[in-house]
């Protein structure tokens, strides 16, 4: 049935089929009741692998996508892989930093990507929270965390695929300028568990600005799920890869990347007290 199925969803991909609405609906309804099945309740890690292996074919049967909007997509998705393909591998990892609070940085040289960081976290609110702060909230980033002037979505595509614009306030004493970046962002949850990731793209509308260098981001990913035991708690994996452009010495570099993750975490925990105190006194 699987197999029939992904024909049919591949027979909808052909130029000719593509106003066929109809059968792309029917494509993405039945690979969906398809993989419901298949897959059942996964673990976390099972359940990346599945996305790996299957999100491509899910993002080709939406209805009424053009061109473009398939190549932003395939190109979140596979940012998603190699970020998850590069959290996967322990191996190599050197601790950056780490509070008494157990919150730590790690990095590697990654082939072909270079310096990446690695935040590992452990916040006191259930996944759904942060969810919602990071993925359904994102253009009020620039509300709490003062190292982002300010978050914009300059296009959705379908359900979990979206290009933004984001401008970074300026770091290390003003050593390193302001700074933008444009990027796809996708989102990939299964029961409790929810992957986002992105990667700088190019979108026609947003050209660069005047006084502001175009950084660029990617791989970059957060993992989410419950704490093993505690499921009130989540634990947040966040894979950070950014080239800042300009003349900077690599130990600006450093300091810059490895300290955002940190206030990252710290402001976060932050807005997300303060949201639940309000909704105490409501």
Known sequence: MLLATFKLCAGSSYRYMRNMKGLRHQAALAIGQELRRTLGSPTPNVWIDQVRRRSSLLGS????ISDQELAYIQQGEEAMQKALGILSNQEG?????????????L?????????VFRLEVVVDQPMERLYEELVERMEATGEWNPNVKEIKVLQKIGKDTVITHELAAEAAGNLVGPRDFVNVRCAKRRGSTCVLAGIATHFGEMPEQKGVIR????????????????PSKTKLTWLLSIDLK?????SIINQVLSQTQMDFAYHLRKRLESNSASEARC
């Open 93 to 105: 990892w050197k601790k950056e930093t780490q509070q008494a609070n157990g919150d730590k940085v």
């Open 215 to 230: 950084a660029e981001q990617g791989p970059t990913c957060m993992v989410l799920h419950p704490l093993a035991g505690s």
């Open 107 to 115: 990095s590697k040289v990654v082939p072909d990507v270079g310096k």
């Open 246 to 250: 300009g003349w900077l010495p690599k």
């Open 61 to 64: 049967c939406l209805e009424e």
